[in-house]
Protein backbone atom coordinates (compact mmCIF):
# COMPACT_ATOMS: atom_id res chain seq x y z
CA UNK A 1 0.00 0.00 0.00
CA UNK A 2 1.12 3.70 -0.65
CA UNK A 3 0.79 6.75 0.93
CA UNK A 4 0.94 9.61 -0.83
CA UNK A 5 1.54 13.63 0.08
CA UNK A 6 2.46 16.63 -1.10
CA UNK A 7 5.77 17.24 -0.33
CA UNK A 8 8.42 16.16 2.02
CA UNK A 9 7.00 17.86 4.66
CA UNK A 10 3.68 16.53 4.52
CA UNK A 11 4.87 13.15 4.30
CA UNK A 12 6.35 13.33 7.72
CA UNK A 13 3.74 14.40 8.81
CA UNK A 14 1.62 11.14 7.69
CA UNK A 15 4.63 9.33 8.97
CA UNK A 16 4.33 11.20 13.14
CA UNK A 17 0.49 10.27 12.96
CA UNK A 18 1.38 6.67 12.68
CA UNK A 19 4.16 6.81 14.98
CA UNK A 20 1.55 8.34 17.41
CA UNK A 21 -1.10 5.28 16.86
CA UNK A 22 1.12 2.42 17.67
CA UNK A 23 2.92 4.58 20.64
CA UNK A 24 -1.12 4.79 21.69
CA UNK A 25 -2.17 1.12 20.65
CA UNK A 26 -0.24 -2.11 22.05
CA UNK A 27 -1.66 -3.57 19.31
CA UNK A 28 0.41 -1.69 16.51
CA UNK A 29 3.62 -3.33 18.87
CA UNK A 30 4.65 -5.38 15.45
CA UNK A 31 4.47 -2.82 13.44
CA UNK A 32 7.55 -0.82 12.89
CA UNK A 33 8.16 2.74 11.53
CA UNK A 34 10.94 3.38 8.77
CA UNK A 35 11.31 7.13 7.29
CA UNK A 36 9.50 5.99 4.54
CA UNK A 37 8.16 2.54 4.89
CA UNK A 38 5.85 1.44 7.58
CA UNK A 39 6.03 -2.68 8.07
CA UNK A 40 3.73 -4.72 9.99
CA UNK A 41 5.31 -8.18 11.07
CA UNK A 42 2.54 -9.74 12.00
CA UNK A 43 0.79 -9.71 8.49
CA UNK A 44 3.94 -8.89 6.56
CA UNK A 45 2.71 -6.24 5.10
CA UNK A 46 4.12 -2.64 4.21
CA UNK A 47 2.76 0.85 3.45
CA UNK A 48 5.18 3.28 1.70
CA UNK A 49 5.19 7.15 1.95
CA UNK A 50 5.71 8.91 -0.87
CA UNK A 51 6.18 12.50 -2.00
CA UNK A 52 4.90 14.48 -5.25
CA UNK A 53 8.29 13.44 -6.95
CA UNK A 54 6.49 11.93 -10.04
CA UNK A 55 9.37 10.90 -11.37
CA UNK A 56 10.34 8.24 -9.36
CA UNK A 57 6.30 7.05 -9.28
CA UNK A 58 5.28 5.49 -12.09
CA UNK A 59 5.64 1.88 -12.35
CA UNK A 60 4.13 1.03 -8.98
CA UNK A 61 1.61 -2.13 -8.87
CA UNK A 62 -0.12 -0.83 -5.32
CA UNK A 63 -2.69 -3.24 -3.48
CA UNK A 64 -4.10 0.61 -1.49
CA UNK A 65 -3.74 4.41 -2.44
CA UNK A 66 -4.14 7.06 -0.01
CA UNK A 67 -3.69 10.64 -1.32
CA UNK A 68 -3.41 12.99 1.44
CA UNK A 69 -4.34 16.71 0.86
CA UNK A 70 -4.70 16.70 -2.95
CA UNK A 71 -5.81 20.61 -2.65
CA UNK A 72 -2.16 21.19 -2.28
CA UNK A 73 -0.99 19.25 -5.04
CA UNK A 74 1.13 21.72 -7.66
CA UNK A 75 0.06 19.77 -10.37
CA UNK A 76 -2.01 16.37 -11.73
CA UNK A 77 1.87 14.21 -12.48
CA UNK A 78 1.66 12.90 -8.80
CA UNK A 79 -2.10 12.01 -9.56
CA UNK A 80 -1.71 10.39 -13.19
CA UNK A 81 0.72 8.28 -11.48
CA UNK A 82 -0.97 6.72 -8.75
CA UNK A 83 -4.21 6.80 -10.91
CA UNK A 84 -2.71 4.75 -13.30
CA UNK A 85 -1.36 2.54 -11.20
CA UNK A 86 -4.82 1.36 -9.55
CA UNK A 87 -6.00 0.89 -12.88
CA UNK A 88 -3.32 -2.07 -13.26
CA UNK A 89 -5.38 -4.28 -10.61
CA UNK A 90 -9.31 -4.48 -10.07
CA UNK A 91 -9.08 -5.25 -6.65
CA UNK A 92 -6.97 -1.89 -6.46
CA UNK A 93 -8.55 0.92 -4.38
CA UNK A 94 -8.09 4.64 -4.35
CA UNK A 95 -8.88 6.67 -0.76
CA UNK A 96 -8.78 10.29 -1.45
CA UNK A 97 -8.87 12.97 1.95
CA UNK A 98 -8.46 16.98 1.28
CA UNK A 99 -9.10 20.05 2.69
CA UNK A 100 -11.01 22.63 0.29
CA UNK A 101 -9.02 24.67 -1.71
CA UNK A 102 -8.70 27.87 -3.86
CA UNK A 103 -8.43 26.97 -7.48
CA UNK A 104 -11.43 25.49 -9.50
CA UNK A 105 -9.32 24.94 -12.40
CA UNK A 106 -7.12 22.55 -9.98
CA UNK A 107 -6.23 18.57 -10.17
CA UNK A 108 -8.18 18.48 -6.56
CA UNK A 109 -10.95 19.88 -7.69
CA UNK A 110 -11.08 17.99 -11.09
CA UNK A 111 -11.10 15.24 -9.40
CA UNK A 112 -13.82 16.28 -6.78
CA UNK A 113 -16.16 16.90 -9.31
CA UNK A 114 -15.56 13.87 -10.97
CA UNK A 115 -16.31 11.54 -7.66
CA UNK A 116 -19.59 14.34 -6.61
CA UNK A 117 -20.94 13.30 -9.91
CA UNK A 118 -20.41 9.84 -10.70
CA UNK A 119 -22.02 6.90 -9.13
CA UNK A 120 -19.35 4.74 -9.80
CA UNK A 121 -17.33 6.97 -6.53
CA UNK A 122 -17.85 7.34 -2.89
CA UNK A 123 -18.14 11.07 -2.20
CA UNK A 124 -18.21 12.81 1.22
CA UNK A 125 -17.96 16.25 1.62
CA UNK A 126 -17.82 18.46 4.81
CA UNK A 127 -19.45 21.47 3.31
CA UNK A 128 -22.17 22.20 5.73
CA UNK A 129 -21.57 20.05 8.46
CA UNK A 130 -21.21 20.74 12.22
CA UNK A 131 -17.83 21.54 13.25
CA UNK A 132 -15.87 19.29 14.77
CA UNK A 133 -17.08 18.17 18.51
CA UNK A 134 -13.65 18.68 19.85
CA UNK A 135 -13.63 22.39 18.75
CA UNK A 136 -15.06 24.99 20.93
CA UNK A 137 -17.07 27.43 19.55
CA UNK A 138 -15.70 30.37 20.94
CA UNK A 139 -12.45 29.77 19.24
CA UNK A 140 -14.16 29.01 15.99
CA UNK A 141 -15.35 32.34 16.36
CA UNK A 142 -12.31 33.89 16.96
CA UNK A 143 -11.07 32.58 14.32
CA UNK A 144 -14.24 33.81 11.93
CA UNK A 145 -13.07 36.94 13.14
CA UNK A 146 -9.72 37.31 12.56
CA UNK A 147 -9.05 35.30 9.48
CA UNK A 148 -9.60 36.81 6.10
CA UNK A 149 -13.16 35.17 4.73
CA UNK A 150 -11.04 32.80 2.50
CA UNK A 151 -9.25 31.54 4.87
CA UNK A 152 -12.18 30.71 7.16
CA UNK A 153 -14.03 28.85 4.34
CA UNK A 154 -11.60 26.69 3.09
CA UNK A 155 -10.23 25.66 7.11
CA UNK A 156 -13.43 25.60 8.95
CA UNK A 157 -16.10 25.52 6.30
CA UNK A 158 -14.57 22.77 4.46
CA UNK A 159 -16.04 24.68 1.47
CA UNK A 160 -13.97 25.29 -1.92
CA UNK A 161 -14.02 29.47 -2.37
CA UNK A 162 -11.81 31.96 -5.42
CA UNK A 163 -8.45 32.69 -4.03
CA UNK A 164 -7.88 36.06 -1.82
CA UNK A 165 -7.83 38.53 -4.20
CA UNK A 166 -9.42 37.01 -7.12
CA UNK A 167 -9.89 39.78 -10.12
CA UNK A 168 -12.53 36.48 -11.60
CA UNK A 169 -14.93 34.25 -9.79
CA UNK A 170 -15.52 30.59 -10.53
CA UNK A 171 -19.10 32.10 -11.38
CA UNK A 172 -17.90 34.61 -13.89
CA UNK A 173 -15.55 32.02 -15.62
CA UNK A 174 -18.45 29.35 -16.21
CA UNK A 175 -20.63 31.97 -17.52
CA UNK A 176 -17.90 33.43 -20.13
CA UNK A 177 -18.65 32.62 -24.03
CA UNK A 178 -15.61 30.92 -26.27
CA UNK A 179 -15.95 30.36 -30.12
CA UNK A 180 -17.81 33.49 -30.48
CA UNK A 181 -17.07 37.24 -32.47
CA UNK A 182 -18.05 40.27 -32.28
CA UNK A 183 -17.15 43.56 -34.27
CA UNK A 184 -18.49 46.57 -33.31
CA UNK A 185 -16.91 49.39 -35.43
CA UNK A 186 -17.88 50.95 -38.93
CA UNK A 187 -16.42 51.11 -42.00
CA UNK A 188 -13.65 51.72 -42.57
CA UNK A 189 -11.78 49.98 -39.96
CA UNK A 190 -12.95 46.58 -39.47
CA UNK A 191 -11.68 45.14 -35.86
CA UNK A 192 -11.66 41.84 -33.93
CA UNK A 193 -10.62 41.38 -30.55
CA UNK A 194 -9.52 38.04 -28.70
CA UNK A 195 -8.94 37.02 -24.79
CA UNK A 196 -6.79 33.81 -24.00
CA UNK A 197 -7.61 34.00 -20.53
CA UNK A 198 -5.74 32.47 -17.69
CA UNK A 199 -6.66 31.81 -14.09
CA UNK A 200 -3.14 30.67 -13.24
CA UNK A 201 0.76 29.71 -13.91
CA UNK A 202 0.70 32.40 -16.88
CA UNK A 203 -0.48 35.73 -18.05
CA UNK A 204 -3.53 36.71 -19.50
CA UNK A 205 -3.29 38.16 -23.28
CA UNK A 206 -5.29 40.68 -24.95
CA UNK A 207 -5.10 41.22 -28.48
CA UNK A 208 -7.15 43.35 -31.23
CA UNK A 209 -6.65 43.33 -34.79
CA UNK A 210 -7.95 45.77 -37.09
CA UNK A 211 -7.55 46.59 -41.09
CA UNK A 212 -8.07 50.14 -42.21
CA UNK A 213 -9.03 50.62 -45.82
CA UNK A 214 -8.11 53.63 -47.79
CA UNK A 215 -9.98 55.33 -50.25
CA UNK A 216 -9.41 53.20 -53.05
CA UNK A 217 -10.70 50.38 -50.71
CA UNK A 218 -7.93 48.41 -49.86
Not at 11 to 22: M, Q, T
Not at 125 to 130: H, M, P, Y
Amino acid sequence: SFAVAADEDQAALIRESIEGFCSRSPVLADVIVQRDLVRNLATDSSLRILAADARTNFGLRPRLCLFDEMSQQRDKKLWVAMWTAIAKSPASRMVVASMAGIDFSSIAWEVRQMAANSPSYFFQGREGSQPAPWLALEDIEEMRNSLHPVDFAVFFEARWTDAEGAWISSEMWSAVETGTESAGLAFPVQAVGFVDLVLRGDKTAVAVCHTVRGEDGE
